[in-house]
């Protein structure tokens, strides 16, 4: 096998890599819709079967411009709890009530009556959302960019073998025989 053989076979193999990149990345795109969309249903879910309970606003920390976090103490059962709560849409101040609906099973487990979870949920997910993103885009810009090539390939190839074409017609009509220039060395026989 010669080397261009070689080259076109493992481009050939490449293509089908590159939309299988495509899919992941738009399954990793999906994956914090999804993922926001189960926290709305398990949010409505321990509102209907959760214990109602109060927490105070303990602590307010800003650790960077859009990352502010509420810390939330409240007594459950006699024994008392203490959980973290982003707030992106609410933060209150210390000191400030707030109605939770409390987990059974898991007394970390909550949802305020703002409609936030406790904990920090659905971070990884967005960093793979954008990781998703990332790569659909490049698999994308991949599969548009050989469809290009294979055009431009498709129509130099179809120029260079309409050249080839005409340069063998040239050499077959000069081959024979009938359409020749009179010779200037040969003194014409007349």
């Not at 502010?68 to 101040?93: D, F, I, K």
Request: proline share 5%; charged share 25%.
């Amino acid at each position: 096998m010669t080397t261009v053989p070689i080259l076109r076979s493992l481009w050939r193999a490449r293509y089908p890599v590159y939309l299988l990149g495509l899919a992941v990345g738009l399954v990793m795109m999906w994956l914090p819709f999804k993922t926001f969309q189960d926290n709305d249903a398990w949010g409505r879910q321990l509102r209907v079967h959760g214990v109602p309970a109060q927490a105070v606003v303990d602590e307010l920390v800003h650790k960077r411009r859009n990352s502010n976090t509420m810390h939330l103490r409240y007594e459950l059962s006699g024994a008392q709890h203490q959980a973290e709560v982003g707030c992106w849409e609410v933060c209150l101040p210390s000191g400030s009530a707030v109605q939770i609906w409390v987990n059974p099973n898991d007394p970390g487990d909550f949802v305020t009556d703002f409609d936030m979870l406790s904990g920090h949920r659905g971070r990884l997910q967005g960093v793979v959302g954008a990781a998703g993103l990332v790569l659909s885009g490049l698999m994308a810009v991949a599969v548009i960019g050989r469809g290009y090539q294979r055009r431009r390939d498709r129509r130099r190839h179809d120029w260079q073998r309409q050249q080839r074409d005409q340069r063998r017609r040239q050499f077959a009509n000069a081959r024979a025989g009938r359409k020749r220039k009179p010779s200037r060395r040969r003194p014409n026989p007349d």
